[in-house]
């Protein structure tokens, strides 16, 4: 496109870039007329394509860029923007039919018939990949609709039409990603950027056969210096495309080889015999030679043959391996002497069926410029121009982490559109987790999520963006992808149970408050032990003596007997919350030993009269009971001895393994009393996250708890108290155990 400002149209910038030649065409349409403003051509000056691909990017975007100089001189505006046409050897065509059911019936808006060529698209690349038995990685350069479907109904056009279902069938065409971006490097490296792409036989058979030619079997046959394009049309559809890598450059390569010329003589010899009766030129030696053009025909006439026979064999091919009605030939190639009538006989059609095009369907293209004749070389570059109109603003191009994509352009698409239509994986857009922790505490289910990673750096054009940043068109898109956070990690002091869960043991008469130790997979463990998948944590409700010794930071003397609940126990008996401990210490302050690095001791486990095995709970209730009796009658004495010795009831301390006081202290009135008489050990839940103990009875429900949790039942304020054990929905009537999780709390009301 240019710049043209002050111009009445805006100008289109067409380029067909040929094997051996670069035609430019810039120009407007009108309702009913293509306006040539201004044309160029110009011969490559090496043979920097082969085959219609790009060999030399740098020659062919000299080229280029000459061809864009003159045409800016002639239309004094400098051009910016170009449309180009790919071809090449390597060229995939897959047919595929797509549908979409609307929710609702609805009327189909043009959007709606965009988005169906789009999935039809989509879908035609999936099934090439499928296909692809090649190491190319194809590229989408057009397509075109065979045929719409309304409500499973063919139709010409479908858009305005109330439907619950359309659909398509479609043609889409495919070049090696390579061929594609020779060619938009060559364009970029001539100071243009592309404003759309099409497929040479697609701009060419929009010139050449007309939408009301399209009902006839016709098939179109641009021939080039490479390649020879292929179109067959039928009930006002094309429906293939296709092409040879055979082309003009076949015959001038022999008239270079027999009459020792160089490419660029034999492409003169090639061009006058087709136009004079005799043929002029000089050779290598510069020895010049004039000869009849009859006998540049018989030398080619092989050549000519072979590439007829391969062309028609293409078009039955295409056309269900049947011959067409007709056959009309375009392109600078199609002059050949003889082409058309050997094409004729090797599609059995009368030589008048086998045409060459060029003025007959120019006849709606006016050149301002007078010296410009109409002609089958122009038919192409012409189509490349129209077909602008037809796709602009429908779709547009970017790079994506250097992948060429197509997007349909609704004026809304933004990065996250490209990455999807490319394929990239959408949880590498956003930061992902480290993998999360999943453990039990007591029965009850934790999950310790992973760290949160880095997120996605994206950038348009070398510029940081995000994910929402509106697409520009030809816009190079690299995403480098979010980052997994680091793994969650646990210990077991970072748990709640090991800070704010504790028992109380009375040693020598005062309280000592421990902290619960905690198992995991039934195996005591450090506070620093690291938490795995799948491990059981439980606090343990005991320490052995030894344990408990070693937590306190005192050593015991073993001379003399050691009393638990007043009966001689050893360093591993086991002491349970509110047991009482008496013992002989020698010395305070010993050497700090964690609990955990003792030996762990078994649960006790006796056999009863009968064989039977009983639990902890079991025997630590005998064990209880066995010491009722005695502490009874120890109690009045106990209390005697205790007022003769004037005991103070202020708590006192004992420096722990840490160096930290208040580990021990001095019982309440009667405190002492009761935790020794004690039959009932009580129950320990966990409400809200706080530990409360329920004692004074065998058993307790749901309901207990509100006599040991301050919890106001009269402040619904029309509220829904919620409770849950844990949870789960809780009866009030359910039956309670020991580490219960609870939660207690008003609903909130959304207003």
Not at 348 to 367: C, N, W
Request: aromatic share 6%; net charge negative; with cysteine.
């Amino acid at each position: 496109m240019s710049d043209g400002k002050d111009m009445e149209q805006p100008l289109v910038f067409g380029l067909d870039i040929g094997t051996r030649n670069v035609v430019g065409t810039v120009g407007y349409r009108t309702e009913d007329q293509f306006i040539v403003t201004a044309q160029y051509i110009m011969q490559h000056d090496t043979r920097a394509m082969l085959d219609g691909q790009i060999h030399d990017i740098g020659r062919v975007s000299g080229t280029i860029r000459k061809v864009k100089e003159q045409l800016e001189k002639q239309i004094g505006k400098t051009l910016t923007e170009v449309c180009i046409a790919a071809a090449g050897r390597v060229l995939k065509t897959v047919t595929t039919s797509i549908s979409y059911d609307y929710p609702e019936e609805s009327v189909v808006t043009g959007e709606d018939i965009h988005t169906l060529d789009l999935l039809g698209i989509e879908k035609a690349q999936k099934i090439l990949q499928e296909m692809n038995d090649t190491n190319y990685k194809f590229y989408c350069v057009g397509y075109s609709v065979v045929k719409y479907f309304l409500n499973d109904e063919p139709f010409s056009n479908i858009e305005s039409h109330k439907a619950d279902r359309i659909g398509e069938d479609i043609i889409v065409t495919f070049l090696p990603e390579d061929v594609v971006d020779g060619l938009y490097a060559a364009v970029n490296q001539a100071g243009l950027e592309v404003a759309n792409l099409t497929l040479e036989p697609i701009a060419a058979i929009n010139v050449a056969i007309p939408e009301n030619y399209r009902l006839l079997n016709i098939a179109l046959v641009d021939i080039g210096a490479g390649t020879s394009d292929i179109s067959v049309t039928r009930d006002g559809s094309i429906i293939a495309y296709g092409m040879i890598p055979l082309a003009g450059d076949e015959i001038t390569e022999l008239i270079v080889q027999s009459y020792l010329v160089d490419f660029n003589t034999a492409e003169q010899i090639k061009l006058s015999s087709g136009m004079d009766d005799q043929v002029t030129y000089k050779d290598i030696m510069m020895i010049e030679h004039t000869i009849p053009s009859k006998d540049v025909w018989k030398l080619t006439e092989p050549v000519v043959d072979k590439m007829t026979t391969e062309v028609a064999a293409k078009i039955k091919e295409l056309n269900g391996d049947k011959s067409v009605s007709a056959a009309f030939i375009v392109g600078g190639g199609g002059k050949i002497h003889g082409y058309t009538e050997m094409l004729a006989k090797k599609l059995d059609l009368p030589a008048e069926r086998v045409a060459l095009r060029g003025e007959e369907v120019l006849q709606e293209v006016t050149f301002l410029q007078t010296e410009i004749q109409k002609d089958p070389l122009l038919v192409t570059p012409i189509g490349i121009c129209l077909n602008y109109y037809d796709q602009r603003n429908s779709f547009i191009m970017v790079r994506f982490n250097g992948e060429r994509i197509k997007l349909y352009d609704n004026n809304k698409l933004t990065i996250v559109d490209a990455a999807l239509q490319a394929g990239f994986p959408n949880e590498e857009l956003f930061p992902k987790r480290g993998k999360e922790l999943n453990f039990t505490v007591n029965g009850t289910p934790r999950i310790v999520r992973g760290e949160l990673g880095e997120s996605a750096e994206i950038y348009m054009n070398d510029r940081l963006v995000n994910i929402n940043t509106p697409l520009e068109p030809n816009s190079d898109i690299v995403i480098e992808a979010s980052t997994q956070g680091e793994a969650a990690v646990c210990t077991l002091e970072q748990l709640d149970e090991y800070s704010s869960s504790e028992m109380k043991v009375i040693v020598n008469g005062r309280i000592v408050r421990c902290p619960k130790c905690l198992e995991v997979n039934g195996s005591l463990e450090l506070p620093s032990y690291e938490i795995k998948e799948g491990d059981a944590v439980e606090t343990r409700s005991f320490y052995t003596v030894e344990q408990l010794a070693a937590f306190m930071d005192v050593e015991v003397d073993m001379d003399h007997e050691i009393l638990v609940n007043n009966r001689v126990a050893t360093m591993e008996s086991l002491v349970y919350e509110n047991f009482s401990v008496d013992w002989v210490v020698l010395s305070f302050g010993a050497a700090a030993v964690d609990p955990a690095d003792l030996p762990v001791a078994e649960q006790p486990v006796t056999a009863a009269a009968g064989g039977t095995e009983q639990t902890a709970d079991e025997t630590l209730a005998e064990t209880v009971e066995e010491v009722d009796a005695a502490e009874s009658e120890a109690q009045t004495g106990t209390e005697a001895e205790e007022a003769e010795h004037g005991m103070s009831q202020e708590p006192s301390s004992v420096t722990d393994a840490t160096g930290a006081e208040s580990a021990v202290e001095q019982p309440a009135e009667g405190e002492v009393q009761q935790a020794s008489q004690k039959t009932d050990l009580g129950l320990v839940v966990f409400i809200n996250q706080q530990p409360v103990r329920l004692t004074g009875k065998k058993s307790y429900i749901f309901v207990d708890i509100f006599d040991f949790y301050d919890f106001d039942l009269t402040a619904s304020a029309g509220r829904a108290i919620i409770t849950k054990l844990n949870g789960q929905q809780a009866q009030y009537s359910a039956v309670l155990s020991e580490g219960d999780q609870i939660e207690l709390r008003w609903q909130e009301i959304n207003r």
